[in-house]
């Protein structure tokens, strides 16, 4: 696709269980020239979930062998699995002119802020922390421990959304995707 412009970095994230990636899906199937970033996590896989596609699935031993040959742009520990983003991949779609997603929880968010100060910043928000316990019981891929670490993790979070340039509350899913994709477009 070159067309000797960079692609556009976008940062998006928010709470574990707010729906980030069922918005992804609907942005992906409108914008075809999205390119969402895959991170690497050594957390197990979930029912449904495809190595390569939602995540690249890693051992513990492999993810620290990346992060000593500085092969990420960001990496984090969230609930005792490491998550992060690839360097090479990302840098191959921005320099092909495609605009690049980084799905990525918020302590790697405030890494990539630092790192790339034009990164456009979203926050997706639940519509309250009933709703979002509400969504992590449903999904009834955790066990109540975890989703009482998500939960407190959660809360932790959303202090951070005013760092980010925009914030999406994710109460209508349509309305959110429209909303990101408005977003995505200024100044493009």
Known sequence: MNNNKRGKLVLYTGCSGVGKGTILEKIRERDPNVWVSVSNTTRGKREGEIDGVHYVFVTKEQFENLIKENGFLEYAKYCDNYYGTPKKPVEDMLADGRTVILEI??????????????????????PS????EKRLRNRGTEDEETIRKR????????????????????????????EIINIINKDA
């Open 105 to 126: 929880e918020v302590k790697g968010g405030l890494q990539i802020m630092e790192k790339y100060p034009d990164v456009v910043s979203i926050f997706i928000l639940p």
């Open 151 to 178: 939960l407190s993790e959660a809360k932790h979070e959303l202090g951070f959304k005013d760092r980010y340039s925009y914030n999406v509350v994710n109460d209508n899913i349509d309305e959110a995707v429209d």
């Open 129 to 132: 922390l009933d709703e979002l």
